[in-house]
T-cell receptor, first 111, second 113 residues
Framework: TQLLEQSPQFLSIQEGENLTVYCNSS?????LQWYRQEPGEGPVLLVT?????EVKKLKRLTFQFGDARKDSSLHITAAQPGDTGLYLC???????????FGTGTLLAVQP | NAGVTQTPKFQVLKTGQSMTLQCAQD?????MSWYRQDPGMGLRLIHY???????DQGEVPNGYNVSRSTTEDFPLRLLSAAPSQTSVYFC????????????FGPGTRLTVL
């Protein structure tokens, strides 16, 4: 089973700061998804990256897929309290048909 | 559209008791799955189904049974609850496979004493 390690595990920052969270794998991803989970709710898909080196932007969030497709990063510019939540990367599995989640990064943005 | 619904929202069991967590979706999705989430952690796949009559094991299937008699419903059964099964359980569905956008239910918080 592929292991998806996310770092840092916890992050507490002030409103307006920038941050980057990372997702690393022991093997190559077929593709990679990023989810955000708010307290008391299920995860919600933010983006899917497919091609090595791909960069996708979603407002103040920038997602990058590593050239070798073994890692990915999520960068948030000028964080806001509404960005608070658990950020999860996930391997959709392709042929295995199993969506496997990473360990998660818990982000708290203080006003 | 209700999306993915889960019942109950909260449940407390004693060790050894059995129960069924319900999951239903009204989007005519073929792929459905169950996850558990322990405090401060990511989600771990318990079981999944690619269509009515077809189920398969995920990462942590022991202690859980599933069946898929209809497209809409995917119940999760705990035959003999253990304290290690205390967790938040999420059901999800997608159009056809694990690579499609997953839509999650609101979760069931289970405590086993």
């Amino acid at each position: 089973t592929q292991l998806l390690e996310q770092s840092p595990q916890f992050l507490s920052i002030q409103e307006g700061e920038n941050l980057t969270v990372y997702c690393n794998s022991s093997s190559v991803f077929s593709s990679l998804q990023w989810y955000r989970q708010e307290p008391g709710e299920g995860p919600v898909l933010l983006v899917t990256v497919v091609t090595g080196g791909e960069v996708k932007k979603l407002k103040r969030l920038t997602f990058q897929f590593g050239d070798a497709r073994k890692d990915s990063s999520l960068h948030i510019t000028a964080a806001q309290p509404g960005d608070t939540g658990l950020y999860l990367c996930a391997d959709p599995g392709g042929a295995t048909n199993k969506l496997i989640f990473g360990t998660g990064t818990l982000l708290a943005v203080q006003p | 559209n209700a999306g993915v619904t889960q019942t109950p929202k909260f449940q407390v069991l004693k060790t050894g008791q059995s129960m069924t967590l319900q999951c239903a979706q009204d989007m005519n999705h073929e792929y459905m799955s169950w996850y558990r989430q322990d405090p401060g952690m990511g989600l771990r796949l318990i079981h999944y189904s690619v269509g009515a009559g077809i189920t398969d094991q995920g990462e942590v299937p022991n202690g859980y049974n599933v069946s898929r008699s209809t497209t809409e419903d995917f119940p999760l059964r705990l035959l003999s609850a253990a304290p290690s099964q205390t967790s938040v359980y999420f059901c999800a569905s997608s159009e056809a496979s694990s690579t499609d956008t997953q839509y999650f239910g609101p979760g069931t918080r289970l405590t086993v004493l």
